[in-house]
């Protein structure tokens, strides 16, 4: 009877150790819980206004070249799939408190009602994966349920809301794209008109539709008279060959020459000299308040051509969802991994034991 005692005092330690939890945890993933099932899919972002549409260009995917786009846009996607918003609208839709609080005895994977959204988000956290890939910002989402009905409809939800999410959220771009867009076309049209009125109050006051036009034509009609002062100067000195000063042909030439050198400085003065008023400075001023004007309605023309290009963008959504795998309707429980978790946990415990007889041998030592 004794070595019978001895021989089980033995086997207390490891049976303490590794055989008690290895039999609890099996009881418990046998007969306690209960199994969850797991739907697939696997979506991309496509952006309709690239002229190549990235999220399907399969010569990408085939190569391993990556859209930085495509990827940032299911990044951006997984962050509200993981978000509290996203939580609030698949609980109104499918009752996560009622669908995982009915779990019996599986306390482990109950949901309970009294759960604060804090708890709620953690809990939905663990039932829903979501993976993307770096190179082609493919990504893949699993969900969980108790049901593999309830699994499916779980990831069409979060397929459905994601694209309600990807269309408001372009459209909501693209309002704010057209808003800019009107205000830049309202902004260069008052400085259209603005110029327009500056011209019109500068020919107004001017008296001159176009004083380069008028400048031109006094600086053409300087150079006629100079050409015909030169004309009367060789005429007088051919009269004063043979005439006196004093013949009446030579006085009258002498006069129309005076007249005519008087009216060219005379024209010369409105064209250039100091002071305001000068054809000149006139003409530059009004090619000044031209070009203003043309500049302004350059620019109106490319806002109002921003303008079109906005409206057309948003009258179709921007960007959408590809579902390239649809959510699978599973007929195999994926969880629990009962002979992964059995298997963790022997190592686990056997590790653990080792480290007690370990401790246990050094006591022991210490005491001899």
Request: hydrophobic share 40%.
């Amino acid at each position: 009877m004794s070595d019978w005692l001895g021989e089980l005092r033995k086997y207390r330690l490891p049976a303490a150790f590794i055989v008690v939890p290895l039999l609890a945890c099996g009881l418990y993933l046998g007969l306690i819980s209960r199994d969850r099932f797991v739907s697939e899919s696997q979506v991309l972002v496509k952006d309709s206004s690239r002229s190549i549409g990235a999220g399907l260009n399969l010569q990408a995917l085939l190569a391993g070249g990556g859209d930085a786009t495509a990827r940032d846009d299911a990044i951006v996607l997984r962050q509200y799939i993981e978000s509290p918003d996203m939580l609030a609208k698949i609980d109104a839709r499918l009752k996560l408190k009622d669908a995982f609080g009915h779990v019996g005895l599986d306390v482990l994977n109950r949901l309970s009602r009294d759960a604060t959204r804090e708890e709620v988000l953690k809990y939905y956290m663990r039932r829903v994966d979501v993976e993307v890939d770096d190179k082609t910002g493919m990504m893949t989402i699993r969900t969980q349920g108790m049901t593999p009905e309830y699994a499916r409809a779980f990831n069409q939800a979060l397929l459905s809301e994601s694209e309600s999410f990807l269309n408001e959220l372009s459209h909501r771009i693209s309002r704010n794209n057209m808003q800019f867009a009107r205000e830049e076309v309202d902004r260069s049209y008052d400085e259209v008109k603005g110029a327009r009125d500056a011209v019109i109050a500068f020919e107004n006051k001017t008296g001159l539709l176009d004083p380069a036009a008028s400048a031109e034509a006094g600086g053409r009609m300087v150079v006629e008279m100079e050409a015909k002062q030169a004309e009367l100067e060789a005429e007088l000195r051919n009269l004063q060959t043979f005439m006196n000063n004093d013949a009446p042909p030579v006085v009258a030439k002498r006069n129309a020459l005076s007249a005519l050198v008087a009216q060219i400085s005379a024209e010369k003065a409105k064209l250039s000299s100091p002071g305001d008023g000068k054809m000149n400075r006139t003409a530059a001023q009004y090619a000044e308040l031209k070009s203003r004007l043309q500049f302004a309605t350059d620019l109106y023309r490319v806002s109002l051509s921003s303008f079109e290009k906005s409206r057309i963008e948003s009258a179709h959504k921007a960007k959408s969802l590809s579902v390239i795998v649809m959510p699978n309707l599973p007929e195999e429980a994926e969880y629990p991994r009962k002979l992964h978790i059995l298997a963790s946990l022997a190592v686990g415990l056997v590790l653990l034991f080792g480290v007690v007889r370990l401790a246990q041998s050094i006591i022991e030592d210490h005491r001899t």
